[in-house]
């Protein structure tokens, strides 16, 4: 059975372009709840610690880099079937791949700049989640 809540980022590109306000109403009228939610900014240690599971692949410096770059917007979203309907709801990682209305469609710069993260599996979004908000924060 699928889990109910997943986690999403707004990214440092459409933080900084003013997109955050419409990102998270697309995602509230999508029928998310937002369990958690904050701004922040963070380190290229703490970037690096998040994206570990990337170190070995030739773009982890500079996803360390772009993601320390300016404020994120961390979220813990409810849902049924959330991590599956979330994915759909941000589109393909490259945006000139993603559905038409999707956000990463509307929003995103490139794929490297693509506006907005979402957890590929619940076990991920449980582990993502945890790296953000503790488990206070999430309910």
Known sequence: MANNRTYTMIKPDAVSA??????????????FRIVSMKMTQMTKEI????????????????LCD????????????EKDNAVEDFRKLI???????AAEGTIRKLFAKSIEANAIHGSDSDENAAIEGAFFFSAVDQY
Do not use: D, Q
């Not at 003013?18 to 029928?31: F, V």
């Not at 570990?52 to 773009?59: A, Q, Y």
């Open 18 to 31: 003013g997109n955050s306000g419409a990102i998270i109403k697309m995602i509230e009228e999508a029928g």
């Open 47 to 62: 970037a690096g610690k998040f994206y570990e599971v990337h170190k070995e692949r030739p773009f982890y410096g500079e």
């Open 66 to 77: 772009y993601m320390s770059s300016g404020p994120i917007i961390p979220m813990i979203l």
């Open 91 to 97: 589109g393909a990682t490259n945006p000139a791949e």
